[in-house]
């Protein structure tokens, strides 16, 4: 096992006296920092990992690099919550000191075994700037929350030949008696696949082969990242987060997207059938989304609201990114839905309601807030282009469009004095069928927006920098139109 490249990367237990505190401190009073959304305390957070529901409490583990806003040597960062609303944050769970995991402990998702929680992770290893490997290995979390490698790690040491280095973000799950693990892969001829290996024990692996997923993705997929699984209303879903996609007219906008697969999973033949396919969430920010089963057995989504290789205003305080709000998902006529999980009504503080009718104009919504929930029905439409502006003032809009003739609807954030992401566009769009009418749940937390159209079928996620009196919320349209809107301030006691 010394045939690693040194040094290793640098952990938090190599921080020098006072450097995690002045970082802490840096970013403390950083007036962007979510009020009731998961986000690092300093340094740099990535993927959800590991989600569950476990004795009792939700447990959610991120990817996190803590020296500074950008993609280092990761660990394993760790809250808890017994409601999913107030979050206590953990000591770190898994900081990648071995050299089974020399240049970081990466994604991976959980699952019981025996009344404990199974923790994978991929050990990433790099021989140099170019070449590197992959190990997959396995933490264990008791009832009383101990945390420990497992003595055997890794589990499953290197890649198996016909693939790179890339092969990683381990998804468990147990079909028939036997445990299967999906990774994320890159064929040796630079493709993007997904490799499956299985066990009687949750701890022995063996390879079983490549699972023929019939997407017929282009070859300019390079790499198949944070595979998940799960059945739902009695449908299969596969969610992916594949890097390489051509971006189309409204499709695959981001550097990085996420796919969500309907049909059948035959995975001792090693086998999806495709039924439907589409993009999860329309937004900028929204990457390596996880799925869990709650505590009322209802499945339940964190994703990264975050972009890769893109520099994030709060990147001067010393943070960046954080976790969408979770979000319980559906299937319904063939699509994957998401709505808010049911416990976010608890946050509701406030309620404000009210009704308008424009005419070719514009009226305003106030709220002096920059945390809240605004739950808005457009009625009777008769305009051809009309939405609403979020998180405005004179100077800034987040602006949201929907066109009647193009059955289009756009997000536009280029309207602010921090607007940043120029090189991949300021403008993310959706097909949309619009009627006369248009169901719409927004949840704005000072620097994340995400935005629930027509009961979640299209959902767009987006972080946006706004000055502190950029709270302002406006209603247009080109013609005719009638709503209701009930609006409501949103706060959390949790303690990151
Ligand atoms: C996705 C990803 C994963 C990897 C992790 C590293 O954002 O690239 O594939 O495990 O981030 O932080």
Redesign the pocket.
Known sequence: MNRYTEPKYRTILDAKENELGQLQEKSASSAWKPAYHIHPGYGLM??PNGLAYYNGEYHVFY?WYPFGPT?GM?HWAHVKSKDLLDWDRLPTAIVPVENYESH?A???ASIEVDGELYLYY?G?IKYSAEERSANQCLAIMDKDGVIRKYEQNPIIEGVPEGYTGHV??PKVFMKNDTYYMLL?AQRSNLTGAIIVYESSNARDWSFKGELELELNLPDTCYML??PDYFELNGQDVFVV?PQGLEAGKHAYQNL?NVIYVLGKMDIENLTFKVESHHELDKGFDF??PQTFEGKNKERLLFG?AGM?EMDYPSDKEGWAHCLTIPRELDVVDGRLIQKPARELEKLRLEPAEGEFSLDQGSTGISTGSDQYELVLSLESIESEIFGLQLCSSEAERLVLEFNRTEQTVTLDRENFADAFGAEHGFERSSDLEIGDSVELQIFVDRSIVEIFINGGKTVFTARVFPHKESTGIKVFADGKMRGTHSHYRLVSNQSL
Do not use: I, L, M, P
């Open positions: 990535n993927d990817q993609h990761k970081g990466y994604s991976g991929t990433n990683r973000d994320g990242e944070c987060s990085y990457y390596a990264w890769g």
